[in-house]
């Protein structure tokens, strides 16, 4: 192994984390986390859904999977070491479950416009199946609000075996939450797993104050 790969792990965490913190006003989560393996299979509606996962899973203390596609890991293959699985390798996935990890299978594929779940795959399912652990639905929303920085609810549901009755439900109840909020707090009985960056009408910044002075508005 190269000495510069020693140092890949720790400094793919770091810039992953990262990212989360200054990108991101925050990762909120509601419902039972799953205290071992188990198959996480949430609608897929944005660049971050990975990270918000992989950011919940780290706060959790759970080992992590997460099937992608190969082009993505062509482009990407330095993703392996932070848990990613080609989408082809299920045996792995299933292997993995088993053994306690979050194995987290994106059943509508790919990335699709905000808003209902689509079709979903047969995947997640036959994962959870086979490996014979839970098969989670997770609602996600990666949404502005009233900040300036996106915000990440998930919302963990219970065991299913009818996965689009699932998912469906638990993203109305979130897509619920969202519309009844005050668009400048957190949601009501979500708990934060990752401080996020301040939005700028938390605090006066310095360009703010200093466009004050120079103007004289008070």
Not at 8 to 36: C, D, E, F, M
Not at 37 to 49: F, T
Not at 93 to 119: H, I, L
Not at 202 to 210: E, G, I, K, S, T
């Amino acid at each position: 192994m190269p000495e510069r790969a020693r140092w890949a792990t720790p400094l793919l965490k770091h810039s992953i984390r990262r990212s989360v913190h200054t990108g991101l006003g925050g990762v909120w989560i509601r419902g039972p986390v799953p205290p071992g393996g188990a198959v996480l299979a949430p609608n897929h509606h944005s660049w971050w859904d990975g990270y918000a996962l992989r950011e919940v899973a780290w706060w959790a203390g759970a080992d992590f999977r997460v099937l992608m596609t190969a082009r993505q890991l062509t482009r990407f293959p330095f993703l392996r070491r932070m848990g990613a699985l080609d989408a082809g390798r299920v045996r792995e996935a299933v292997r993995s479950a088993r053994d306690g990890a979050w194995v987290t299978v994106f059943p509508e594929g790919a990335v699709q416009p905000a808003g209902t779940v689509g079709t979903l795959h047969p995947g997640a399912a036959w994962t959870a199946r086979t490996a014979s652990v839970p098969l989670i639905p997770v609602a996600l929303r990666v949404v502005m609000r009233g900040g300036q920085w996106p915000e990440a609810y998930l919302r963990f549901g219970t065991p299913t075996t009818d996965l689009k009755t699932a998912l469906v439900h638990e993203l109305s109840l979130l897509d619920d939450d969202l519309r009844a909020s005050d668009p400048e707090q957190p949601l009501a009985g979500y708990l934060c797993v990752a401080r996020g960056r301040a939005t700028g009408t938390d605090a006066v910044n310095w360009p703010a104050r200093l466009l004050t002075w120079i103007t004289g508005d008070r």
